[in-house]
């Protein structure tokens, strides 16, 4: 127990040197899974092992933070935050995304460079013999690219309010030169910007690999005060944002727990059938990438509703019927 008090102290020191405002009590106790009591007992803690602990004023509340971070010897990481750092880059390369890959292995390297000799030393064994036993599964899907370029163009004008122009291909289109209020980035299966129209102020999103030409522009085009990237990415099952719509899946009893294992959406709900079913809820947009799931999960799964994703799996289907017809008929 008292183990783990001093490194429930020592985190929270961490933490503390890590927030440029400082922390109030009550984020003290979130952050650290305690009651503010404790929090208190803590904080005493912090400031009677490091001095040089400041206390902000930020009515009605008080900060403390420490200026100046903590030594080495005081941050020094272990094995397996090594570990996983060192797999986050690799995960990274190996999916196609070698500009954010390049940052976390420079990361990597700055973080080993200010280490002890001793304790890098004595780490590298351990942290060579986990890296060889443990990879990552690339599943197969589109190759996200963003080059570091493009990156340090678009992140440039989100933090500067510019403009960005870039020209847009879609297939089957010409070629069309946009400029937008760019709002970030979203991250995943592919890559895409999320910015707002110009003119009308609507939110859309572009494929980064489909972007070329990509520059800041004179102006001011800050993004919506009203927009919240993590809520409009967490709208849609997938990408692709259209109607939300409440949608309802029932799983058959040989997955059910299968799927009670799954992160469906955020605003996911789960309720158990007498027959051992499950029916998963949620509120979503983004019908076709739902659809291209639901072929993973074969006859195990059925649509309740709604019926817009019906027609799209219908739709689906009909597709691959009339693909498979053309292959077979071919050979």
Same mark, same amino acid.
């Given at each position: 127990?008292?183990?783990?008090?001093?490194?429930?102290?020592?985190?929270?020191?961490?933490?503390? !040197?890590?927030?440029?405002?400082? %922390?109030?009590?009550?984020? =003290?106790?979130?952050?650290?899974? +305690?009651?503010?009591?404790?929090?208190?007992? =803590?904080?005493?803690?912090?400031? %009677?092992?490091?001095?040089?602990?400041?206390?902000?004023?930020?009515?009605?509340?008080?900060?403390?933070?420490?200026?100046?971070?903590?030594?080495?010897?005081?941050?020094?990481?272990?094995?397996?935050? =090594?570990?996983?750092?060192?797999?986050?880059?690799?995960?990274?390369?190996?999916?196609?995304?070698?500009?954010?890959?390049?940052?976390?292995?420079?990361?990597?390297?700055?973080?080993?460079?200010?280490?002890?000799?001793?304790?890098?030393?004595? %780490?590298?064994?351990?942290?060579?013999?986990?890296?060889?036993?443990?990879?990552?599964?690339?599943?197969?899907?589109?190759?996200?690219? !963003?080059?570091?370029?493009?990156?340090?163009?678009?992140?440039?004008?989100?933090?500067?309010?510019?403009?960005?122009?870039?020209?847009?291909?879609?297939?089957?289109?010409?070629?069309?030169?946009?400029?937008?209020?760019?709002?970030?980035?979203?991250?995943?299966?592919?890559?895409?910007?999320?910015?707002?129209?110009?003119?009308?102020?609507?939110?859309?999103?572009?494929?980064?690999?489909? %972007?070329?030409?990509?520059?800041?522009?004179?102006?001011?085009?800050?993004?919506?005060?009203? /927009?919240?990237?993590?809520?409009?990415?967490?709208?849609?099952?997938?990408?692709?944002?259209?109607?939300?719509?409440? +949608? +309802?899946?029932?799983?058959?009893?040989?997955?059910?727990?299968?799927?009670?294992?799954?992160?469906?959406?955020?605003?996911? !709900?789960?309720?158990?059938?007498?027959?051992?079913?499950?029916?998963?809820?949620?509120?979503?947009?983004?019908?076709?990438?739902?659809?291209?799931?639901? /072929?993973?999960?074969?006859?195990? !799964?059925?649509? +309740?509703?709604?019926?817009?994703?019906?027609?799209?799996?219908?739709?689906?289907?009909?597709?691959?019927?009339?693909?498979?017809?053309?292959?077979?008929?071919?050979?």
């Amino acid at each position: 127990m008292r183990h783990d008090k001093a490194v429930l102290v020592i985190e929270l020191a961490r933490r503390m !040197a890590a927030s440029a405002e400082g %922390m109030t009590l009550d984020e =003290m106790a979130a952050d650290s899974g +305690v009651g503010r009591r404790t929090a208190e007992r =803590m904080r005493d803690a912090v400031l %009677m092992l490091f001095p040089q602990v400041e206390e902000v004023s930020d009515p009605p509340s008080k900060r403390w933070r420490i200026r100046g971070g903590l030594s080495a010897f005081e941050q020094a990481p272990t094995s397996t935050e =090594m570990l996983e750092l060192t797999k986050a880059g690799q995960g990274l390369r190996a999916a196609g995304e070698p500009a954010r890959a390049a940052a976390l292995e420079g990361l990597e390297r700055k973080v080993k460079a200010a280490m002890r000799s001793t304790t890098l030393n004595r %780490m590298a064994p351990d942290l060579e013999a986990l890296v060889r036993a443990e990879t990552i599964a690339v599943q197969a899907g589109p190759r996200p690219s !963003a080059d570091e370029a493009m990156l340090t163009a678009i992140r440039g004008a989100v933090l500067a309010q510019w403009p960005l122009g870039f020209t847009y291909s879609r297939p089957g289109a010409e070629p069309r030169r946009r400029s937008v209020a760019p709002c970030g980035v979203m991250f995943g299966r592919a890559n895409y910007l999320v910015a707002a129209d110009r003119e009308s102020g609507r939110i859309q999103t572009f494929r980064l690999d489909r %972007m070329s030409s990509v520059a800041a522009q004179e102006g001011h085009a800050p993004a919506p005060a009203d /927009f919240d990237l993590a809520a409009y990415a967490s709208q849609s099952f997938g990408i692709y944002q259209d109607e939300i719509e409440d +949608v +309802v899946i029932r799983i058959a009893p040989d997955q059910a727990s299968e799927a009670r294992s799954w992160r469906w959406h955020p605003t996911q !709900a789960f309720e158990d059938q007498a027959d051992g079913s499950v029916i998963v809820r949620f509120q979503a947009s983004g019908m076709r990438e739902l659809a291209w799931h639901l /072929f993973t999960w074969g006859e195990a !799964a059925t649509i +309740v509703a709604p019926p817009r994703l019906k027609a799209v799996m219908a739709g689906e289907l009909a597709a691959a019927r009339r693909a498979l017809d053309a292959a077979t008929a071919a050979s």
